[in-house]
């Protein structure tokens, strides 16, 4: 995992009221991140799967989307999908998604507006550019009933019914 994603996440974190990013892959594990959020393996692969199957839920309920929202008693979780990232990890070239952990107040307009223009420059990063995956996880994967508590699993078939 190279530098050039490090400086994709260190100008994500200027952005003023954003404590975390991190890139995780559609497995839901956190791949590499940058702040002061630094959990144990544990808490970041629920928290990264739990935001791979609601990412997973709206897609289905909604159609491609490319962020989702969660607000907590601390914040705000924010997820960018669909941004055709990748990284290169020991076991070859992986999709990723953006992760943003910081406070309720983040001004949205411009957090969007930097990931935008972070990831036009990470794309355009040597080591970057030429990545290639063979295999593509879809988030759809993680909705089954083995990875998922039964609060999780009662709002997925709620969800389902309503469509």
């Known amino acids: 995992m ?5 400086a994709f996440l260190q100008d994500i974190l200027k952005i003023p009221g954003v404590k975390t990013a991190a890139l995780a892959n559609y497995r839901g594990e956190f791949l590499l991140s940058a702040g ?6 544990q808490a970041s692969t629920q928290l990264g799967t ?8 709206a897609e289905v309920v909604r ?10 008693s601390e914040g705000r ?8 990232l990748l990284i290169d990890t020991p076991y ?8 943003i952990i910081g406070s309720a107040n ?8 930097t990931v935008k223009v972070a990831v036009s420059k990470l794309k355009l990063d040597k080591t970057v550019k030429d990545l290639r995956i063979n295999i593509r996880v ?15 699993w009662a709002f997925i078939e709620a969800m389902s019914r309503a469509t």
């Open 92 to 99: 070859g070239p992986q999709e990723v998604f953006l992760v």
């Open 138 to 152: 879809y988030p759809q994967n993680l909705l089954t009933r083995d990875r998922m508590d039964e609060v999780s």
């Open 50 to 57: 739990y935001l791979v199957q609601m990412f997973a839920v």
């Open 2 to 6: 190279g530098k050039a994603h490090e």
């Open 106 to 113: 983040v001004n949205l307009p411009t957090l969007r507006m």
């Open 77 to 84: 979780v924010t997820g960018f999908f669909n941004l055709d």
């Open 36 to 41: 002061v959020f630094t959990p144990n393996p």
């Open 63 to 72: 159609g491609k989307s490319d962020e989702l929202t969660i607000l907590y």
